[in-house]
């Protein structure tokens, strides 16, 4: 399976938005809406931030959102705080080559 | 509360094997799938292998079929992954992850949406 394709890394000043992107094809990202994204502080577990596209786990501040325009992926989050300088990852279900989930490369947020 | 605890890691050498077990507790362990993920070192996740609750489905990321088998014992609650003619590429933490649903209730979600997990154990694959 080929990765999804995020942007290595984006920044933003506390309390700005920012928004990173997660490409795919028909088979994977824009054939289903299930896609979802993870965050990851170093040495941690990842946590699961949004599934389905824009459904957020009871828990996950309202800070975080996400959405989707034919194969690309966004995960989009407004108000940012220190806490939220991570690793994140979008992952989809594909068809590509075989069935299974296939995990973007990875986005390393930086709070300035 | 949700547990999911992994063990098994280690050094191997160059074309030798390895069995990881994932230890569940605090949920229904037969109701849901459950992957395996991994992360090389500096390195970001991947997909490995993913099985039914019942144990009767299973798939594969293309870097580990015919070398991996993923299985469970739901009278064990335990989840395994069996690694074989290992590489130095395979070197990496394996994660275990609930999946949210079994295939019968969400099949697509099973692969994506990751609701658990543990904190990972370390393989090798060097001589």
């Known amino acids: 399976q080929s990765a999804l394709t995020q942007p290595a890394s984006v920044s933003g000043s506390p309390g700005q938005s920012i928004t990173i992107s997660c490409t795919g094809t028909?088979?994977?990202?824009?054939?289903?809406?299930?896609v979802s994204w993870y965050q990851q502080h170093p040495g941690k577990a990842p946590k699961l931030m949004i599934f389905e596209v824009s459904n957020r786990p009871s828990g996950v501040s309202s800070r975080f959102s996400g959405s989707k325009s034919g194969n690309t992926a966004s995960l989009t989050i407004s108000g940012l705080q220190a806490e939220d300088e991570a690793d994140y990852y979008c992952?989809?279900?594909?068809?590509?080559?075989?069935?299974?989930?296939?995990f973007g490369g990875g986005t390393k947020l930086t709070v300035l | 509360e949700v547990q999911l605890v992994e063990s098994g890691g280690g050094l191997v050498q160059p074309g030798g094997s390895l069995r990881l077990s994932c230890a569940a507790s605090g949920f229904t362990f037969s109701s849901y799938a459950m992957n395996w993920v991994r992360q090389a070192p500096g390195k970001g996740l991947e997909w490995v292998s993913i099985i039914s609750g019942g144990g009767g489905s299973t798939y594969y990321a293309d870097s580990v079929k015919g070398r991996f088998t993923v299985s469970r014992d739901n009278s064990k609650n335990t989840l395994h992954l069996q690694m074989n003619s290992l590489r130095a590429e395979d070197t990496a933490l394996f994660y275990c992850?609930?999946?949210?649903?079994?295939?019968?209730?969400?099949?697509?979600?099973?692969?994506?949406?990751?609701?658990?997990w543990g904190q990972g154990t370390l393989v090798t694959v060097s001589s």
């Open positions: 992952v989809s279900y594909t068809t590509i080559t075989t069935l299974g989930g296939v």
């Open positions: 992850a609930k999946a949210s649903h079994d295939f019968w209730s969400g099949y697509y979600a099973a692969f994506s949406t990751f609701d658990y």
């Open positions: 028909s088979s994977d990202v824009g054939g289903y809406n299930f």
